[in-house]
């Protein structure tokens, strides 16, 4: 679990100015917006009273901080959070405190830009070994003589 510093500003909590993503990335407090919002589903009066739930709205495409190809592949694993202007949007309503819904919503954003930061190894071909191939042919011939052995003219006079 990722453990943001939660520094007291007046009344209201706020992250750090820049909250490290990635090795080599570290994301500027200003391109994310939050957003609180009333949670929907079972809490009684708390849910009707008190907006808990987070929205986390971040920009790809004007982001600063995130370099091109994080950029393009963060959009890729983000998949239908991406609206189609490139924004991403990530809600987060699975705990009943506003303080632990913020640190989630920016928790998933960190592991989404972490997953983009990596990139994809190469595939190289390979080819089949020798051995794999004997032992393919082999289970073929001997599904084959089942085959052949199920059909004949069995006479049962």
Sequence with gaps: MLSLPVV???????????????????????????????????????????????????????SASLPMSVRERLRVLAGKRVSRDGVLVITAHRFRSQEQNRRDAIERLTVLIREAATPRKTRRPTRPTRASRQRRLEGKRRRGEIKRGRSGGHDFT
Excluded: H
């Excluded at 990635?22 to 957003?35: F, S, V």
């Design 8 to 62: 007291e500003r007046g009344s209201e909590p706020y992250t750090p100015p820049m909250i490290n993503m990635a090795p080599g990335i570290a994301l500027d407090e200003n391109e994310i917006e939050l957003t609180f919002i009333r949670a929907s589903g079972p809490g009684g009066q708390n849910v009707n009273k008190v907006a808990t739930a987070v929205q986390l709205r971040f920009d790809i495409p004007r």
